[in-house]
């Protein structure tokens, strides 16, 4: 790094512009509206896949603030370093909860109220880079999907949908996000999707020069309004007994 840049920080900045979080009591991705004030939820929702992440979101009650975790890759979490914090509401800064390979702390983060959480990086045709948050079962629910596929590339050739949900028992009050395999990308949205995964790439690349620096809810798009987190918008996910957590 040169003198110049320890100044300029990552210069890359959050390209997501649109956050979706699958909650089974709402039945649907819901998503914070900043015009209305207001969550709304969206039903059915239909994405190319961009890349997939993991970390850990939820509720931190001793300082009533959300739980987010740096970004790690998809197949990295028995070896890449997860670093939970929660925010402060009520001051500047947050909190550290826990640090480490998540086998080691996911009792710890738990414990606190943190959810390992499966991110989908894809993008919404007509609306731009979107982050889809998947906790507990729908995370089971789009292994199941990946698993029945018979050609795994066509995850990066055609559309994921979830068009409808389901429940793992009848007297559920929760429902699970049903994933299906959606039609082929034409060649024009083919080069739209490579130039918005290169600023995905750029920006997850620019992350990794500096191990101490972890996404921070301020580099998310104003725009967007990511709402200070309460216990009235925070789903405790149902889990799954096939998950690393």
Not at 7 to 12: L, T
């Amino acid at each position: 790094m040169s003198r110049k840049e320890q100044f300029a920080g990552s210069g890359v900045s959050n390209p997501v512009v649109k956050y979706y979080t699958f909650k089974g009591k709402s039945d649907g991705f819901v998503w914070y509206n900043k015009e209305t004030n207001k969550e709304e939820t969206q039903l059915p929702l239909s994405f190319a896949l961009l890349t997939v992440r993991n970390e850990v979101s939820g509720y931190h009650k001793k300082t009533k603030g959300g739980i987010w975790s740096n970004s790690i890759s998809e197949y990295g979490t028995g070896k890449e370093e997860m670093r939970v914090y929660s925010q402060n509401p009520d001051k500047e800064g947050n909190t550290a909860l826990a640090q480490g390979i998540w086998k080691d702390i996911s009792e710890k983060a738990k414990g606190q109220g943190g959810h390992f959480t499966k991110v989908f990086i894809g993008y919404e045709f007509g609306v731009g880079i979107i982050k889809i948050n998947l906790t507990g079962t729908g995370i089971a629910s789009y292994g199941d999907f990946v698993k029945a596929l018979s050609n795994k590339s066509a995850l990066g050739s055609n559309f994921v949908e979830v068009l409808t949900t389901s429940k793992k028992d009848e007297d559920d009050d929760y429902t699970i996000p049903v994933f299906t395999l959606g039609a082929e990308f034409t060649s024009e949205q083919d080069g739209e999707l490579d130039e918005a995964f290169s600023s995905v790439e750029a920006y997850f690349n620019s992350k990794n020069k500096k191990t101490d620096e972890v996404e921070d809810f301020s580099d998310m798009p104003t725009s967007m309004g990511v709402p200070t987190y309460s216990t009235s918008n925070v789903e405790q996910p149902v889990e799954a007994d096939d998950l690393p957590f």
